[in-house]
């Protein structure tokens, strides 16, 4: 009898020859010897066909070109997708904070804004935002027609960016509707559809996301202001998107007035509450779904995994401390005070994903809950300040989207970690990262975000009040807001004949 641990006997080794055991020991040997090699390879090509940081002398094959390619299309496919998923959200969000005589004029509005705009931005829209021309207005590819296969240096075809960016465009219009619910005329809807959808939207996207946009070039040589040294940037559409939206919601909702009946806090009253706030909490929690759209899949890169993985990430942490700063101050400061608001809570939560998806990806997720819990408190005193100012915004769409968007956009000047720089269809490109002034101490990005983003809000406020004036001064029932005894009696029956719900 052998002890385990002692030297093998020669009778053990002449067993072992004799028997089969010494070829499997040599078949388990060559086995690993050949895994080894695998992973070896592995390791030599993968990086350069998946994710690594791009540098200037790095080259690909063909092959590897198409690989990234298709994989950079499948993910900005899966992402406008997700985003457009959001309409489903703004739907529920803004029929749960309406009354319920409203909320089939919510549906239907929602409903013909999305067709609307598919159809806008396929022919007219696409072409003033994305094609070059000069600094103010893209100036070719109208109904897609002369486009190039793929968009600019992407790889991405131009078909698939732009449902992309037309889901993008449906989101900004949908903005809008919340903050004119319960007395807009579904005609004059239409029209100011018609004005953000083709018009204010893209040409004022162009100056931020378009190839020759004067913000988007802003600080270089031969371009506006270029001692700046600084760009405007905007990853996501903190302000291209929401803040144009919320801005516009806020020059519609002061040409229309209050609701018939809004007693404002200043006058004895408050806020009219929603009619069914399960339907607005799922809808947050849908948008917050379709911001993972929103946010990642602006890299419009799925080989870019750590950008995409950390964008996802910030996105997650602005959103909750954003909700949770909004429920504390209304527990400890709002009117119900010592209870918890379900509404605003819900409005925290969207104010941390709007302000988050402008910075989204250069800053840490440190900064990310940061800025996102200032957004919660941003929207809360945006809420109290319209209340004062007596402006009717049902779902708080200036707070949320306006106002929460100026702060996310100005926040990458302040949060911006310096680690990051640009994304890319091969991977990040770090060479050059963007820093903040709390990270850095540089104010230079700070300056280009201040004035990049006012400009937008400005230039936004002006022409879409300018806007719905003249709609206004239509005669009904094409003017904005329907007569007295439609919206006393309820926008549903009278406008939409039918109810949302049918008494059984």
């Given at each position: ?5 002692t030297t093998?006997t ?8 004799k028997?089969?055991?010494?070829r499997?020991g ?6 690993k ?11 030599k090509?993968?990086?350069g ?17 198409m ?5 950079n ?43 609307l705009c ?13 094609s ?8 070719h590819?109208y ?22 960016q ?5 989101t900004?219009?949908?903005?809008v509707?919340?903050?004119?619910i ?7 809807d239409i ?5 953000i959808?083709?018009f204010?939207y ?6 931020a ?10 600080g ?8 700046l040294?600084?760009?405007f940037r905007?990853?996501?559409?903190s ?12 020059a519609?909702?002061l040409?229309?007035g ?15 509450s ?13 948008l917050?779904?379709?911001w993972?759209?929103f ?5 419009l ?5 750590q950008g ?12 909750c ?18 209870k ?5 809570t819900?409005?925290?939560?969207l104010?941390g994903?709007?302000a988050?998806t402008?910075?989204c ?7 990310a809950?940061v ?9 809360y ?9 007596r ?10 989207h306006?106002?929460?968007g ?7 000047g ?12 091969t991977?990040?490109?770090n ?9 850095h ?7 280009a975000?201040?004035i990049?983003t006012f400009?937008?809000a ?6 879409t009040?300018?806007?719905m004036?003249?709609?206004k001064?239509?005669p ?5 807001r ?5 919206e006393e009696?309820?926008?549903d029956?009278l406008?939409h ?8």
């Open positions: 009898m052998e002890l385990i641990g093998p020669p009778n053990f080794i002449e067993r072992f020859i028997g089969k055991n010494w499997l040599i078949t388990i040997f060559t086995g010897i050949l895994g080894l090699l695998v992973v070896l390879a592995a390791m090509l993968l990086p066909m998946i994710a690594t940081p791009a540098s200037a002398g790095e080259t690909y094959t063909p092959h590897e070109t690989l990234m390619n298709t994989a299309t499948m993910w900005t496919l899966v992402a406008a997708f997700l985003v457009f998923g959001m309409q489903a959200g703004f739907v529920m969000l803004e029929a749960g904070f309406a009354r319920q005589r409203e909320t089939v004029n919510v549906l239907m509005e929602c409903l013909f804004d999305t067709c598919g159809l806008l931005f396929w022919a007219i829209g696409y072409a003033f935002m994305f070059d021309g000069s600094g103010f207005i893209g100036k590819w109904f897609l027609q002369g486009a190039p296969d793929t968009y600019l240096t992407t790889g991405i075809p131009v078909i698939a960016h732009w449902i992309f037309y889901a993008f465009a449906d900004c219009s949908t903005i509707s919340g903050a004119m319960g007395r807009t005329s579904f005609r004059g029209l100011y559809s018609i004005g959808t083709g204010i893209p040409i004022i996207g162009h100056w996301w378009g190839p020759d946009g004067f913000l988007a070039l802003m270089s040589t031969g371009n506006w202001m270029p001692s040294g600084q760009g905007d990853f996501a559409g302000t291209v998107v929401h803040t144009i939206g919320g801005i516009a919601s806020l519609g909702a040409v229309l209050p609701r018939l009946g809004r007693v404002f806090k200043r006058d004895g009253g408050g806020p009219m929603g009619h069914n706030m399960t339907l607005g909490a799922i809808g947050t929690f849908i917050w779904f379709g993972y759209g946010n990642p899949g602006s890299t890169s799925a080989v870019d995994m995409i993985g950390r964008v996802a990430t910030n996105t997650t942490l602005a959103a401390a954003g909700g949770m700063v909004a429920m504390y101050f209304g527990l400890w400061f709002g009117d119900t005070k010592g918890f608001d379900v509404g605003l819900c409005n925290g939560v104010g994903l709007v988050i402008c910075p990806y250069w800053v840490d997720p440190l900064g809950v800025l996102g819990g200032i957004a919660g408190l941003v929207v005193l945006g809420i109290l300040l319209l209340e004062y100012l402006i009717d915004d049902p779902i708080g769409a200036v707070p949320v306006g106002f929460a100026l702060w996310g956009t100005i926040s990458l302040l949060f911006a970690s310096g680690k990051y720089g640009a994304t890319g269809p991977g990040a490109d060479s050059a990262p963007v820093a903040g002034l709390f990270y101490g540089d104010a230079s990005v700070l300056k975000q201040l990049g400009t937008i400005i230039a936004t406020f002006v022409v009040f300018v806007m004036w003249l709609i001064l239509l009904n029932p094409w003017g904005l329907v007569e007295k005894h439609i009696g309820g926008l029956l406008e004949g039918t109810v949302a719900y049918p008494a059984q």
